[in-house]
């Protein structure tokens, strides 16, 4: 498997690294009081230049979040809604599919606490799964990972994207759920 960890939960503002701690991809989303926010994903560019050894990155795609009307992913001077890209299936909206670059079905399950991207078809094959930071209260502490399996490396970047956009579709669920517990709400 390849393990990504990311520097913080908040998937929209966070950093990336592989398992040698090489910074892979970044995302950064500005603060807005109002207005849509747009999360920028960046990838690592290749570094031939031995002897200026800064990280250098390309922009890999952009989301763009509404609250009312689809959200839209941007990438590759393309622009498509995610209600069309990866539009929601299952009860309440649970799951989220789409058809990878190599044209075949993925489903990303939006589970209680994480994030579950299987193959969708007879196999139902698990080829990435989130796991949440610890704090080693109750076993080692560890940082947010992302464990992806090789088989779908060649769509490292359809991962990356899609994983943000549906983990914050989770948090944001988790947290509207614990509003209305606290509130006395349903």
Same mark, same amino acid.
């Given at each position: 498997m390849i393990l990504f960890s990311l520097s913080t939960e908040h998937v929209r503002n966070t950093i990336i690294t592989n398992e040698q701690g090489q910074i892979i991809y970044k995302t950064q989303t500005p603060s807005k009081l109002v207005g849509v926010r747009t999360t920028t994903i960046q990838k690592i560019k290749p570094n031939d230049d031995r002897y200026h050894m800064?990280?250098? %990155?390309? @922009? ?7 609250? !009312? ?9 393309? *622009?498509? *809604?995610?209600?069309? !890209?990866? &539009?929601? +299936? ?6 989220? @599919? ?8 993925? #489903?990303?399950?939006?589970?209680? #606490?994480?994030?579950?991207?299987? +193959? ?8 990435? +799964? %989130? ?6 209260? $109750?076993? +080692? =502490? ?5 464990? @992806?399996? &090789? *088989?779908?490396?060649? /769509? /490292?970047?359809?991962?990356? /994207?899609? %994983?943000?956009? $549906?983990? =914050?579709?989770? =948090? ?5 759920? #614990? ?6 709400? &349903?």
């Open positions: 800064r990280n250098q %990155f390309d @922009v890999l795609g952009e989301i763009e979040w509404h609250k !009312f009307s689809s959200s839209k992913f941007r990438s590759g001077g393309t *622009e498509v *809604e995610t209600k069309e !890209f990866i &539009p929601k +299936r299952g009860l309440w909206g649970r799951e989220r @599919v789409f058809i990878g670059p190599d044209n075949r079905p993925y #489903r990303w399950n939006l589970k209680s #606490r994480v994030v579950v991207l299987s +193959r969708d078809d007879a196999s139902r094959a698990e080829v990435a +799964r %989130f796991h949440r930071a610890t704090f080693g209260i $109750v076993g +080692r =502490k560890r940082k947010a990972m992302l464990e @992806v399996s &090789p *088989e779908v490396a060649h /769509m /490292m970047d359809t991962v990356i /994207m899609t %994983f943000i956009y $549906v983990e =914050k579709l989770r =948090k944001d669920k988790e947290e509207a759920s #614990r509003s209305a517990a606290a509130s006395g709400g &349903p």
